[in-house]
T-cell receptor, first 109, second 117 residues
Framework: RKEVEQDPGPFNVPEGATVAFNCTYS??????FFWYRQDCRKEPKLLMS???SGNEDGRFTAQLNRASQYISLLIRDSKLSDSATYLC??????????FGAGTRLFVKA | DAGVTQSPTHLIKTRGQQVTLRCSPK?????VSWYQQALGQGPQFIFQ???????QRGNFPDRFSGHQFPNYSSELNVNALLLGDSALYLC????????????????FGPGTRLLVL
């Protein structure tokens, strides 16, 4: 079993739709959680950190459930420019960073 | 403010050869981590350097080695290349003391695409 698992997708949604991505992690010692976005043939870029209380950044909302070892990302009012791969990232101790395989999102006009 | 830079952008090698990839961290950053990203997969952690020493290592064989220089730039060396080493190699930099441990943001370079034939 992989340490970080994500829905592989792809998710195909129309513009304006709301889409949710799920991620689970297996190591209870995990300390920090992030969502990264990766465009085709580009490097990953930090989208947002995920805090225990949940956090929101514009159209993006991230949630963390430590008891269930579950992270989510909600995108409201999807834009064409949201089309990308979304990577769930978990850190445990120091800088050891574990990436999920990513969920691909296609937003259609 | 220059971000993370990597060279070369693309590289083609044959099995058994050796390769060196280079990374310059973002200005003000002192830590460099290397990742391997195979097609359709997330980045896999190779190792991390700060203060010119390897500090953490992922599940990669000894064929993968690295170095960090006094100016914080870093090299990744891969010996005895295998077909399976074909991937995008990403370098990420961060600053060790800027934020609480475990939350420090990593900034990625554009990567080096390595193809082993």
């Amino acid at each position: 079993r992989k340490e970080v698992e994500q829905d592989p997708g792809p998710f195909n949604v129309p513009e304006g739709a709301t889409v949710a991505f799920n991620c689970t992690y297996s190591n209870s010692a995990s300390q920090s959680f992030f969502w990264y976005r990766q465009d085709c043939r580009k490097e990953p870029k930090l989208l947002m950190s995920v805090y225990s209380s949940g956090n929101e950044d514009g159209r993006f909302t991230a949630q963390l459930n430590r008891a269930s070892q579950y992270i989510s990302l909600l995108i409201r009012d999807s834009k064409l420019s949201d089309s990308a791969t979304y990577l769930c990232v978990v850190k445990r101790g120091g800088f050891k960073t574990i990436f999920g395989a990513g969920t691909r999102l296609f937003v259609k006009a | 403010d220059a971000g993370v830079t990597q060279s070369p952008t693309h590289l083609i090698k044959t099995r058994g050869q050796q390769v060196t990839l280079r990374c310059s961290p973002k200005s003000g950053h002192d830590t460099v981590s290397w990742y391997q990203q195979a097609l359709g997969q997330g980045p896999q952690f190779i190792f991390q350097y700060y203060e010119e020493e390897e500090r953490q290592r992922g599940n990669f064989p000894d064929r993968f080695s690295g170095h960090q220089f006094p100016n914080y730039s870093s090299e990744l060396n891969v010996n005895a290349l295998l077909l399976g080493d074909s991937a995008l190699y990403l370098c990420a930099s961060s600053y060790r003391f800027g934020e609480a441990e475990g939350t420090r943001t990593q900034y990625f370079g554009p990567g080096t695409r390595l193809l082993v034939l």
